[in-house]
């Protein structure tokens, strides 16, 4: 086990990718905060983890507000003992386009996929370092934080930016011990794609597989990039999109 009594947050832990990446973390040994909006969901996916012989608590919080990312940092220090890493995963689309892309939308996405990052990055650091712990923090970018998409004005912003704090931190906390980096999945097959079966047949046929990437697929990324293993890996957003951006279908 490369991960055995680790502390670490995971936020959108009751559904898909987070939710793969708390059963991932904890077949590495690690004890997992499960922090969703959805606590119903949460507290399933903790007593799932539990039996699989880890510590795991649930966790209801809003990741777009800051004393609520601050107090879900102060519980898993409180539940665990220690705090070693929090996976910013929690997040959400708005697809409008560009002419309708009114500040309300605009700001929902840039709060919850991005504000989310910098709040849980700053307040698990100061923490840790408080604590003197060392760890990593990994944040979910999307392939469309360095490409655009029609409708996705917010969300191109907010996972552009997910990738450059990624550095930002790396930087600033390379002398803590602490290492951040991201990952950039494609299409995943998770709720967040909704139920419109003809457009993700369409989606899927972007990956070189021509199938949607399953979350198992990225949670297995995310868990190496949190072990010693992956230590000369900082600053780094590592793609998981099954060659989406290497070839355009004809
Ligand atoms: N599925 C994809 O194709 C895809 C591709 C690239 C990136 N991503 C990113 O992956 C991350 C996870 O998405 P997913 O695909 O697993 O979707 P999902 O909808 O299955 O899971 C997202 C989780 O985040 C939670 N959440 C949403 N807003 C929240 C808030 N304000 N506070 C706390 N929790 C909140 C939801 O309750 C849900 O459990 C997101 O950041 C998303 O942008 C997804």
Redesign the pocket.
């Known amino acids: 086990m490369k991960l055995k009594n680790q502390a670490i947050i995971v936020?959108?832990?009751?559904?898909?990718?987070?939710?793969h990446a708390g059963l991932a973390l904890a077949a590495e040994g690690a004890n997992i905060i499960v922090?969703?909006?959805?606590l119903d969901?949460a507290t399933k996916v903790a007593a799932e983890l539990t039996q699989k012989g880890v510590k795991a608590f649930p966790f209801k919080?809003?990741?777009?507000k800051a004393s609520d990312v601050e107090t879900m940092v102060n519980f898993a220090v409180e539940k665990l003992g220690t705090l070693n890493g929090i996976f910013n995963?929690?997040?959400?689309?708005l697809v409008k386009p560009f002419l309708e892309m009114d500040p309300a939308t605009y700001l929902k996405v840039i709060e919850?996929?991005q504000h989310?990052v910098y709040y849980g990055m700053y307040y698990a650091a100061k923490k840790m370092v408080a604590l003197g712990a060392k760890g990593t923090f990994v944040n979910?970018?999307?392939?469309?934080g360095s490409m655009a998409a029609l409708g996705s004005f917010n969300?191109n912003a907010a996972?552009a930016a997910v990738i450059n704090m990624t550095r930002a931190a790396a930087l600033e906390l390379a002398p803590h011990g602490i290492r951040a980096v991201a990952v950039?999945?494609?299409?995943?097959?998770?709720?967040?794609?909704g139920k419109d079966a003809a457009m993700k047949e369409a989606l899927a046929k972007q990956h070189l597989h021509g199938k949607?990437?399953e979350?198992e697929q990225v949670a297995s990324v995310v868990a190496f990039l949190f072990t010693e293993a992956a230590s000369a890996i900082n600053g780094s957003t590592i793609p998981v999109e099954d060659g989406f951006q290497i070839f355009k279908n004809s």
């Not at 936020?11 to 939710?19: K, L, R």
């Open positions: 936020t959108g832990g009751a559904s898909g990718i987070g939710y922090a969703d909006f959805n969901g919080v809003d990741v777009s995963n929690a997040g959400i689309g919850v996929d989310s979910t970018a999307s392939i469309y969300y996972k950039a999945p494609g299409f995943v097959n998770t709720p967040i794609l949607l990437i979350p």
